[in-house]
Structure formats: structure tokens, C-alpha cells
């Protein structure tokens, strides 16, 4: 009160302490505390429901995670692809039907290798005169070098790469020995199309100098058979032989390949919803309760749009039925606590023996309704409850956002108000402190003035 007021800083002096600043603090604090506290402590408890309906609408977000996968059909055709043997491997698309693939491996689909002859160094020539080199493949593409007596085996590398359009590769390798470099030439592509010719078309000699061999078996197409069904490919990587399913070969030899459904990602899937959902319910659970006995309350106790939530889902989930099936047929049930619990032996069940008949249940019978299942319902409940404009999560909040918004306005109201208050009473003080002051200087001259008078008549 003092700083505000520092022109009166000699308050309570002429009234020796009865009129001071001390006294303006204790009557400004009892206001305070009839005035600004109550509204301090309405403006605390709405700051703790925002921070518990951020909480509560991040569980729902996350419940809605769960409903939201259960409710797509990716999740109940995804597929589980395992390889007995090492030949061969694959990938396979959701959707693909199960099925097991015997793949026997003759041999794989290989490049066309070729390397020269021996040269000292990498800058050394390999022809004597001029010429035109023709690089050619089996399936037609061909272009040409046009090369001297100048010529380096680099500069025919370089002039190769610039040249065959990606068809073919070059590059110097040293071998080591006494002259250890080589050019060596490679197909980018396999099969037996991509076998590579070479050929002196200027007149001149330089195909024989460079004295080119093949590699290995040259350029072939990969031959396999596929359940036992004789087939041939010029790429190790088929994707054109099961619609959905790509098959990479990656040497001789047998291996078997099972397709069979992903049921790991559904039961994961399954398994978070309950996780999820028990979250939630614990929150509301406690957010809305009351004690009797201790006669204390939960945050969002008496809060029609939270309290109304676990009600909400809980007759979806449990009065929710296809074909005369409910939940509690695939293993799903509620326990005394209110939570989710699976009986994983009957789920388990359910999947192995008729795998259709939970994806109708959870997603959605694709024979009448598409999205009629449990999951699309709950997940477009949810969605109704805290992410559309008008929700019951989203109105409440903007509830408490302006009633934050309003309680702060009062107390910056009533703060200034009791600052005005305090601060024409502590001037009020100051003028009576002045008076007193005053009156009490008077006294003590009269006061002397008697004194004087009696001592000079004694």
C-alpha cells in the first residue's frame, strides 16, 4: 500500500499509528479475502477441469485409435508370409488369399559379364588404328563408340556409360598381377535378352584386341517351376505370376512359401482397444464420483456431458449384436470393475475357425452393410462425442473457456476496484492523521501555556 501511495508516506505519524498504512493492509486483505479470493478459487477449479478434460479427451482420442484401425479393412486381410528354404523369397498384399507355393529353383536369371584382356595401366591403349566399336544386346538395343589409337580403356568406360543409355555398365578393376587392370563390361539388366555382343564395325581391329570373354554363364533367364509347373522369367523379382504376391529368387534350390492371414496385427489390435478403453473408464470412473461418506467429489462430478460418456459406450458395446452374436461370443466380456477383459482362447478360436465371421462383427457385413459393424459404430460415436463442432466434449469446453475468460475479467474488475477503495482511503487517513496532528500540537501549546501561567503564579 505504501509504494502506491509514497507521497503519504508520513501516514499514522500524527496519530501515532492509529491511521497507518498497517491498518488500510488489514482492511484491504479482509476485502480481499470476501471478494477476490472466492473468485481465485473458481478460476483455479475451472483451470483444473480444463487440465482434466485435456486428459479425458486424449484418452478418447486414443480409444478412437483403436476403433478407428478395427474399423478398416486392411487390418482383417493383412497377410503373413513364412519361407521354409532359402531360394526363393516373397511379399504378399493384404487381401491375398492363404495358400502354400513350392518353388524349385533350376537357376536364377543372371547378367551378361564380360572382361578383356590384361593391360599395364588404367590409361593404357588397346588398338592401333581407328575403328567403331557396336555394343549390342540379344533383344535388339545397340549403340557405338567411335575409338583410335589414343583411346585409353578409361576413355572406352567413360565413353560406354555416357553412351548405352543405362544399358550396359563399364568399369576398370584391378586384378592384380603383373598387369593387373581389365575393362569390364556388365549387362544392367538380366536375361538371356541382355546378352551382350561386341563387334568392330570402322574397318579396324579393336573388338579382337580388347579379346573380350564372358564371365560365368553369361546372360540366362531364371528357370524355376511353381508347384511344379515349369516357368521361366528373365528378372529374379516376379510379380506377374500370383496376382498380389511378389516372389524375389535368390538361388538353386527348393523353398516353400505359406500365405496365410495376419492375425497378430488384429489380436495386437484387439488388445489395445481393451487397454484403452479400461484407461478411460478408470478416468470417468473417477473424475464423476462421489463419496458419501467423505462427502468429496470427483472434478467432473454432476457434469451431465462426462458422466453421460461410460453409459454411452457401454450400450453400444454390450447391446451391439450380429446375426444373434455379441461380443461375449468372440471372447470379449466386462468384469465386476467395469473393464474390458478377453478370453484369448475363445478369440483365438473364433479366428481359426471362422475368421469372417469377426470381421462382419467388428467391421461390417460386406453382404449387406459395409459399415454396420461395432467398430465403425463406435468409432462414429466417439467422433460425435469430442470432435465434431457441436459435441458434448467441445461445448463444454468452450463452457469453460468463457466462464475462465469472465472470472478473470471480475477479478481484474474487483482488484481495481479495491485499489481505488484503498487508495482515496489512505488519503482520507492522511487528512485526518493532518487534523490529528494539528489538534495535538495545539494541545501540548496549551498545555505549556497552563504550565507557564501556574508556575508564575506560584
Known amino acids: 500500500m505504501a509504494n502506491s501511495l509514497g507521497a503519504l508516506s508520513s501516514l499514522g505519524l500524527g496519530s501515532k499509528g492509529a491511521l497507518s498504512y498497517s491498518t488500510i493492509d488489514k482492511l484491504k486483505k479482509a ?16 483451470k483444473s477441469k480444463e487440465a482434466a478434460l485435456d486428459k479425458l479427451t486424449t484418452l478418447l482420442a486414443t480409444l478412437k485409435g483403436s476403433t478407428s484401425a478395427l474399423s478398416y479393412d486392411t487390418i482383417y486381410s493383412q497377410t503373413s508370409v513364412a519361407a521354409n528354404g532359402t531360394s526363393a523369397s516373397a511379399t504378399a498384399q493384404s487381401g491375398v488369399s492363404n495358400q502354400t507355393i513350392t518353388l524349385n529353383v533350376n537357376n536364377i536369371a543372371t547378367n551378361d559379364i564380360k572382361e578383356s584382356k590384361s593391360f599395364a595401366s588404367s590409361t593404357s591403349t588397346f588398338t592401333s588404328s581407328n575403328d567403331t566399336l557396336k555394343f549390342a544386346l540379344q533383344g535388339g538395343s545397340s549403340f557405338s563408340v567411335n575409338v583410335g589409337a589414343t583411346t585409353t580403356i578409361s576413355d572406352l568406360a567413360q565413353s560406354i ?41 570402322g574397318g579396324g581391329t579393336a573388338a579382337n ?35 498380389g504376391v511378389d516372389i524375389k529368387l535368390l538361388s538353386s534350390g527348393q523353398t516353400t512359401i505359406k500365405i496365410s492371414q495376419d ?77 474390458l477383459q478377453l478370453d484369448n482362447a475363445t478369440f483365438q478360436s473364433a479366428l481359426s475357425t471362422n475368421p469372417q465371421s469377426i470381421k462382419d462383427f467388428f467391421e461390417g457385413s460386406t453382404t449387406n452393410n459395409p459399415n454396420d459393424g461395432l467398430f465403425v459404430t463406435l468409432n462414429n460415436n466417439l467422433q460425435s462425442i469430442f470432435m465434431n463442432q457441436n459435441s458434448e466434449i467441445p461445448l463444454y469446453k468452450s463452457y469453460l473457456d468463457t466462464n475462465l475468460k469472465n ?7 474487483q482488484t481495481q476496484r479495491l485499489t481505488d477503495k484503498y487508495n482515496i482511503l489512505a488519503k482520507k487517513f492522511a487528512a485526518y492523521d493532518s487534523i490529528i496532528a494539528n489538534f495535538n500540537q495545539a494541545s501540548q501549546s496549551l498545555q505549556m501555556q497552563i504550565s507557564s501561567f501556574i508556575n508564575t503564579k506560584g
Open 263 to 339: 492375425t497378430k496385427s488384429l489380436s495386437d489390435e484387439v488388445n489395445s482397444f481393451i487397454t484403452n478403453y479400461n484407461n478411460l473408464i478408470d478416468n470417468l470412473n473417477t473424475t464423476t464420483s462421489y463419496n458419501a461418506k467423505t462427502k468429496k467429489a470427483g472434478i467432473f462430478q454432476g457434469v451431465s456431458q462426462i458422466r453421460d460418456i461410460q453409459s454411452n459406450l457401454n450400450n453400444q458395446i454390450f447391446s451391439f449384436n450380429v446375426n444373434g452374436k455379441f461380443l461375449s461370443d468372440f471372447g470379449i466380456t466386462q468384469n465386476s470393475a467395469g473393464h
Open 161 to 201: 556409360n555416357n553412351d548405352s543409355n543405362g544399358t550396359i555398365s563399364a568399369s576398370i578393376l584391378n586384378v592384380g598381377g603383373t598387369n593387373p587392370y581389365k575393362l569390364v563390361i556388365k549387362s544392367t539388366a538380366t536375361g538371356a535378352s541382355n546378352a551382350i555382343t561386341v563387334s568392330s564395325t
Open 209 to 243: 584386341d580388347l579379346s573380350l570373354t564372358t564371365v560365368g554363364n553369361g546372360a540366362q533367364d531364371a528357370s524355376f517351376t511353381y508347384n511344379g509347373i515349369s516357368v521361366s522369367r528373365s528378372s529374379n523379382d516376379i510379380t506377374d505370376l500370383i496376382t
Open 407 to 413: 472470472l478473470n475479467d471480475q477479478k481484474t474488475q
Open 31 to 46: 476485502d480481499e479475502a470476501s471478494i477476490i479470493t472466492p473468485i481465485d478459487d473458481k478460476i483455479t477449479a475451472d
